[in-house]
């Protein structure tokens, strides 16, 4: 999706580090980065060291908005809309009444001229029969829009870390162990989760029956479980649309890991209503689709007649290919885990392309990416394009 | 006393109601828990002028009579209590519902239930009735989580005998029963408590009825107990063996099974529907199994041949011998004999058949349409919606005026993509009821899947105009948002949605349309507050408006099946004459 970049003058910049530390108990922050300035939610990560804290406070601006009483000592804080300075402030407590604190103040920036650049940005899976190729330069790789090759801008590869949101059909076909092994994928998902990498889980049936925030920890998303019920009809596409949204406010790497059993049956939204979502965000979508029982049927609701379930069924498979993600289809629920541990890897072994497009004319248009390895037999697959706006 | 658990539960005029444990301010109102009238008459001169006016007529009819029967698991028993300091005599009735009754059909949320008391003495002269309405909230499907409702209530009586009657009728589906008890006030001793029935009750004390002397009584274990646990265990305990047949034997084996017909149909005119359906029952399973190759063809022929005999003497009777095989068929269902369930149930379209072709007055035509709605909804259940379009399609040419059921056909017609046919039926609901808001939604619906958006949207009009706060709306307003997505104009639906979001806010799909809506228009920030909003109504909403939408027409089936049953009750007599005759005539 395009960013909109600000080209700005930082004026004011000030830091204060890390405070006073005391000679055994220490505390410092992590993140958000010195000098950098901050707008909207932001993570507040401190390190404790010399001892073991009892409480750690996060405070903002000479507000208290929030304590942790256990590592991991992250907070996620709403830095409201301005890019105004800001005192990010962590207090540690030790349980023998000691005290120590860490400050950090953001910089706010002065905007001078406001120049659109519309970064694009490709996350790109490399194979050769099957196996990931992990060693591609930057010379080897070719980004075409339409018939024009653009400059890449930017190029990473390995560990960047990610957002993501599980998406979990818990409509009532999933009553059992479908959903049992759905909740597992997620513990196993949570579980190879690198440290920066965050994401939120959602179970959704024809509404949201589970929403965790976006977290940094793995108890903390796969935490309250154990009352999760199958039930309702599958509104697949509204809540992809809805997952889509939410990871348009985080930054980094997003993805959407659907897993589902079966057709929506009771979305307001058809897929090619998604398609002008995906379209304009640069999220992957996975979906790990149970399929017992082998090739899986259209089906018939009152919303949608057998043949027009297929198309959409159709429609949605090359949705997922055109995010850049894929399908896939596991036979017994029983491998949600493995399927889920499968996307995280390949997430994790995506190179990631920016450019400037060339030629922009902001009239809504489709314009086709193709990505060119120079090296031979290799496969790629990234999103297949993007809307002009 | 059994614990009342984690059911809301309101009663009418609940000043001085209590519960046996909790408190009545601790759950919140059904939606729907209007009270019903309630009130203690004495003395009014004569039958059927009953003091009970928010009754239907047709179960006021019934009550009047005393004719025992309905579809709901019910028992009543009563007890007279000591006579208070002015002298005065009353007694206490206790009514069981079973859970499986009243959850039958049921969606989730507020389930209510009307019950009536009536207590006729000698000369027919009524001298106390009532009329209460319950609402529980409950979780959807027959296991509620609870055993039934057990409703007590105090009725000040004269001296003397009196016959207590009590009909119960639950709200959403109207299926009923009717129980008779006769009572000696002031009594001898109490009977003696059979037990109470294990389990979680939901337990109601009538207003004026005293909490103490309830409590009293079941310390002194004098609580009448009805137990519907003996009424549920009534099934049939042994399979009656036929003896093997050899041709020569076939008239004998054939002469059998009709009377066998005959007894039962002696018991349905007595009221006694259960053992009726029960005795029949293992008849039928009785024939089959003594001999699978022609046992069927028998039972069927000796059904026949008592369904042939009463209609050229008595088609009065036919309405509740059709209604009885119908129960039959779901007796076999329950037991899986689908063989044999498929045989009742074409011997209960038959005489119904005969019924409505003999030629019918108005009201046997009114009677037998709903009695086949009734059979409709048992072919929804086992899954034989053809069939179920087929009984329809009949019942509405019989009572053509009756626009819930050219809706209910017109749900089918949705179900199986008979779109031509689905407006068609939708058309006939809005001639007879032309502001109908889920016939204008549905007619609207077909229009746009016929691509005549035009059309579509004039039919959303007068719903969006008026907007009310149900289901109906909610999916009127995702239509014309549909609508607006399709012309590629997303900008249109935003205020549509905007409105219908304000007015629900606890529907997460317009929330999510509006979210859609706002992001195709350019309302990024906007996009992401109705997401929030979708996510967080997601969580509070109970049967979301898109599936109440594709619901089959069960509950409007069941309805009026209700009214054919009562309609059969009162033709118990005829039914008696008629067996009577054929017997004689044996």
């Known amino acids: ?389 | 006393m059994q614990r009342v658990a984690t059911f809301a539960l309101l009663l009418s005029l609940l000043a001085g109601a209590a519960l046996a444990q909790g408190g009545a301010a601790d759950f919140p109102p059904c939606a729907q828990a209007a009270p019903v009238a309630a009130g203690a008459e004495t003395s009014p001169p004569a039958l059927p002028a009953l003091p009970l006016a928010q009754l239907e007529p047709r179960l006021a009819a019934l009550l009047a009579r005393g004719v025992e029967g309905g579809s709901v698991t019910m028992a009543l028993a009563a007890a007279p209590l000591p006579a208070s300091a002015l002298g005065s005599a009353s007694a206490l009735a206790v009514v069981e519902i079973s859970a499986a009754s009243l959850g039958e059909g049921h969606p989730g949320g507020c389930l209510g239930v009307e019950i009536a008391l009536l207590a006729v003495a000698a000369g027919g002269r009524v001298v106390a009735s009532r009329h209460d309405g319950v609402a529980i909230e409950a979780p959807a499907g027959v296991a509620l989580g609870f055993e039934g409702l057990r409703y007590l209530a105090r009725l000040e009586l004269p001296p003397g005998e009196v016959s207590l009657r009590a009909l119960a009728r639950v709200e959403r589906t109207g299926a009923f029963a009717l129980r008779a008890s006769k009572l000696t006030v002031p009594a001898a001793p109490p009977p003696a408590a059979a037990g109470a029935r294990p389990g979680t009750w939901v337990e109601v004390l009538a207003p004026g009825t005293d909490a103490g002397q309830v409590a009293a009584l079941a310390a002194a274990g004098a609580l009448p107990a009805p137990l519907t646990g003996h009424l549920e265990a009534a099934a049939p305990a042994s399979v009656t063996r036929l003896p093997a047949t050899s041709p020569s034997a076939e008239l004998d084996e054939l002469a059998t099974l009709v009377d066998g017909h005959l007894a039962a149909l002696r018991l349905l005119a007595q009221g006694r529907s259960r053992e009726a359906v029960a005795a029949l029952e293992r008849l039928d399973a009785g024939a089959l199994e003594a001999d699978p190759d022609n046992g069927l063809g028998r039972v069927t022929r000796a059904g026949e041949r008592v369904l042939g005999g009463i209609a050229s003497r008595h088609r009065r009777a036919l309405l509740p011998v059709a209604l009885f095989f119908a129960d039959l068929s779901r007796a076999h269902h329950a037991t899986r004999r689908t063989a044999l369930a498929r045989r009742a149930a074409i011997a209960a379209e038959h005489a119904l058949e005969r019924l409505a072709s003999s030629p019918p007055t108005p009201e046997d035509r009114e009677l037998v349409a709903a009695a086949l709605d009734g059979l409709a909804a048992d072919d929804l259940r086992h899954g034989d919606p053809t069939h179920a379009i087929l009984l329809l399609v009949r019942a509405t040419e019989l009572d053509p005026a009756r626009a819930p059921r050219w809706l209910a056909l017109a749900v089918l017609y949705e179900w199986d993509w008979r779109l031509d046919a689905a407006a068609r039926a939708v058309g006939r609901a809005l001639e007879h009821e032309p502001g109908n808001r889920e016939a204008l939604l549905r007619a609207a619906r077909i229009a746009r899947l016929q691509a005549e958006p035009r059309r579509a949207a004039e039919r959303l009009e007068p719903l969006l105009a008026a907007p009310a706060r149900d289901w109906v709306q909610a999916v009127a307003a995702e239509e014309r948002a549909r609508l607006a997505f399709d012309e590629g104009r997303p900008e249109a639906a935003v205020p549509v949605l905007e409105s219908a979001s304000e007015l629900l806010p606890d529907e997460a799909p317009l929330a999510a349309a509006l979210a859609f809506a706002r992001f195709r228009s350019g309302d990024r920030s906007g996009a992401f507050a109705a997401a929030a909003r979708a996510a967080e109504a997601g969580q509070r909403g109970l049967v979301a408006p898109r599936r109440r939408y594709g619901e089959l027409p069960l509950a409007v089936l069941l309805r009026s099946r209700t009214a054919a049953e009562a309609g059969a009750l009162l033709r118990l007599e005829a039914l008696a004459l008629a067996v009577t005759d054929l017997e004689r005539g044996r």
């Open chain 1, 1 to 389: 999706m395009r960013r909109r970049l600000a080209l700005a003058l930082l004026l004011a910049a000030s830091f204060a580090g890390a405070a006073g530390a005391a000679p055994r108990f220490d505390i410092g922050l992590i993140e958000p980065a010195a000098g950098v300035p901050v707008i909207g939610p932001v993570r507040v990560t401190a390190e404790v060291r010399g001892g073991q804290a009892l409480t750690v406070e996060f405070w903002l601006d000479g507000r208290l908005v929030g304590a942790r009483d256990r590592p991991p000592w992250s907070l996620e804080i709403d830095t409201g809309e301005a890019i105004v300075e800001h005192r990010i402030r962590v207090v540690a407590v030790a349980a023998s009444g000691a005290r120590a604190e860490a400050e950090l103040i953001t910089p706010k920036i002065q905007i001078d001229e406001v120049v659109e650049l519309p970064l694009q940005q490709a996350y790109v899976t490399a194979t050769r029969g099957g196996t990931p190729v992990l060693d591609l330069r930057r010379d080897e790789l070719r980004v075409v829009e339409g018939e024009r090759e653009q400059k890449l801008v930017t190029f990473e590869r390995g560990d960047i870390p990610l957002a993501a949101l599980l998406l979990l059909d818990s409509s009532l076909s999933m009553r059992g162990k479908p959903l049992d092994a759905a909740l597992g994928g997620a513990r196993a998902f949570a579980a190879g989760m690198a440290p920066l990498d965050e994401a939120q889980l959602v179970l959704f049936s024809d509404r949201v029956v589970h929403r965790t925030d976006f977290t940094r920890d793995p108890d903390e998303l796969v935490a309250d479980l154990s009352g999760a019920l199958a039930r309702g009809g599958s509104a697949i596409h509204d809540h992809l649309m809805l997952a889509l949204l939410e990871l348009e406010k985080r930054q980094g790497r997003r993805a959407v890991v659907l897993l589902s059993d079966g057709v929506d049956v009771e979305s307001v939204l058809n897929v090619a209503d998604l398609e002008s979502v995906t379209g304009r965000s640069s999220a992957l979508v996975y979906w790990i689709r149970i399929r017992e029982g082998g090739e899986g049927a259209g089906g018939r609701s009152i919303w949608r007649d057998y043949a027009q379930h297929t198309a959409e069924l159709a429609s949605l498979e090359l949705l997922v290919a055109a995010s850049g993600g894929r399908v896939l289809d596991i036979a017994r629920p029983e491998e949600a885990a493995h399927a889920f541990g499968e996307v995280l890897a390949e997430l994790r072994r995506q190179y990631v392309l920016g450019w400037y497009p060339d030629g922009l004319r902001h009239d809504g248009s489709w314009r086709p990416i193709r990505i060119e390895c120079a090296r031979k037999d290799v496969e790629l697959r990234a999103r297949q394009g993007y809307f002009d706006d």
